[in-house]
């Protein structure tokens, strides 16, 4: 079993959609959660960063951590068309600078 | 551009040669990280630097894989003796700070292909 679990998707959702974007971990010492933003071919962008369990917003994007469930997730509102890509989760475990990543959910949204 | 820089961009390599790899992180970052990422994988940790030192190492860096930042501001990574599997994109990262809470900004990679 992966430390970070991520469904792979595709997912594909309409335009102005609200996308709901998901990981669950095993390792209750992860403490930091950021999801990345990457496009085909190139380098993971960081969208969000947050340390503690609730709600993180910023724009479209709003982050949320559970540490009891083990569980965080991404809300994409009013999605557009170049939000397709790929969002990966990742995260940290107390002790060490090294990230965690999912496997990444591949998201399509239709014009 | 202020962002992280890697280069080459692409790689096409045959079996067996030795391949080299730059990044230059963001000025004043004191953290540099290598990882590596497969078609529809997440990144996986290679190796990261805190200044000069190479404080971690993953099992997956085994010993035809060598970096190094020997002034702690670029870093190199080296793979000898190539072989198909190690076709993959690698990516660098820096971040500053010297607590936990400071994320890791990527960039955008060396695409390695092994024939």
């Known amino acids: 079993q992966k430390e970070v679990e991520q469904d792979p998707g595709p997912l594909s959702v309409p335009e102005g959609a609200i996308v709901s974007l998901n990981c669950t971990y095993s390792n209750s010492a992860f403490q930091y959660f950021m999801w990345y933003r990457q496009y085909s071919r190139k380098g993971p962008e960081l969208l969000m960063y947050t340390y503690s369990s609730g709600n993180k917003e910023d724009g479209r994007f709003t982050a949320q951590v559970d540490k009891s469930s083990k569980y965080i997730s991404l809300f994409i509102r009013d999605s557009q068309p170049s939000d397709s890509a790929t969002y990966l989760c990742a995260m940290t475990p107390s002790g060490t600078y090294k990230y965690i990543f999912g496997t990444g959910t591949r998201l399509k949204v239709l014009a | 551009d202020t962002g992280v820089s890697q280069n080459p961009r692409h790689k096409i390599t045959k079996r067996g040669q030795n391949v080299t790899f730059r990044c230059d992180p963001i000025s004043e970052h004191n953290r540099l990280y290598w990882y590596r990422q497969t078609l529809g994988q997440g990144p996986e940790f290679l190796t990261y630097?805190?200044?000069?030192?190479?404080?971690?190492k993953s099992r997956l860096l085994s010993d035809r894989f060598s970096a190094e930042r020997p002034k702690g501001s670029f870093s190199t990574l080296e793979i000898q003796r190539t072989e198909q599997g190690d076709s993959a994109m690698y990516l660098c990262a820096s971040s500053s700070g010297g607590g936990l809470d400071t994320e890791a900004f990527f960039g955008q990679g060396t695409r390695l292909t092994v024939v």
């Open positions: 630097f805190q200044n000069e030192a190479q404080l971690e």
